[in-house]
């Protein structure tokens, strides 16, 4: 029997979080899952750890009245967790759902538990209380995006309420962390009628990745292959095989232009309700770094974004 799905739900009580919970249920999420919402108190002094430091003797009386604002700043934080708590459970009565509250950098308590707990899934908000606008990713989100480990879903509330099938959209580029994003909705229970849409963005990552032997487009490439639109459409075809499985009707395009702007232009004009894209892509710079088109799409897109990263083995 497999094991159910680990979900860590990062919750600030904002609209954004509120959002996040709301894209839960068009995320194609399992009926058994083991989820832990985690509520985050951001203090610049967090409460002593040790029964002995509670009481202290000598510490000034500033540092006393910083550990009991920290205190209230954890309490305050077990009650939004409990919030949440009790929304998540009444949308899936079915799930292990507890909570965890700690004072302690937002970005960075979300991190540290996603490498010890070792989640399937991240979920976060487009922003938090401490939003910098509108046009860009919120900094604790976005930092969590970068760091994590594990696949991470940027929710944002449907535009269309009143619709069970979902539109899906998925950036591919022959890459494995692209065909990892393919397996992640394949893998997924989604409506009846919900519709995928793969996009491959002919670009100079394509070009070159044509270098003879280059894995993983030798998968795609054979010798009379000269350029990416000899490969790409076999590419294209190969990544809808297992969605077609599943059930789920699949659409494609190959376009030409700016990776970034092609994904966000196609969501919007095919009115995607997420977009799927993997952590990485062809270049090898992005090996170390978040590739750019995954953060750009994260940021401006107008609907849910899951950037996926390959599950680790231990």
Known sequence: MAEPMKLL??????????????????????????VVIMSVADVFLPPPSSPEAAFPAQVPEAVQQA??????????????????QARVLTDFPTWDVRIEACADSPAWAVIKKADTWQPDLVMVGSHGRSA?????????????????????????SPRQTNETSVRLLIGVDGSSDAAAAVHAVARRE?????????VAVLDDRMRTALAPTRPPVATWATAGDEDEESW???????????????????????????????LLDEAEHWGAD???VGAHGLSRIEQ????SVSAAVAARA?????????RRTL
């Open 9 to 34: 739900i990062a919750y600030d009580g904002s609209s954004y979080a509120e959002a996040a919970l709301d894209d839960l249920r068009r995320a194609g999420l399992p009926r058994m899952a083991e």
């Open 67 to 84: 550990w009991a604002l920290a205190r209230r700043a954890v309490e305050e934080a077990q009650t939004l967790a409990r919030r949440a």
């Open 132 to 156: 910098i606008g509108r046009l860009l990713l919120g900094s604790v989100s976005q930092k969590v995006l970068i760091e994590a480990r594990c696949s991470v879903r940027v929710g944002r």
């Open 190 to 198: 989604w409506p009846t009628g919900s519709t995928t849409h793969l």
């Open 232 to 262: 790409v459409p076999k590419m294209v075809e190969a990544m809808a095989e297992p969605l077609r499985t599943r059930g789920l009707r699949v659409s494609s395009i190959i376009k030409a232009g700016d990776p970034k702007q092609v």
């Open 274 to 276: 997420c977009i799927f």
């Open 288 to 291: 170390f770094l978040l590739g």
């Open 302 to 310: 107008h609907c849910s974004v899951e950037v996926v990263r390959p």
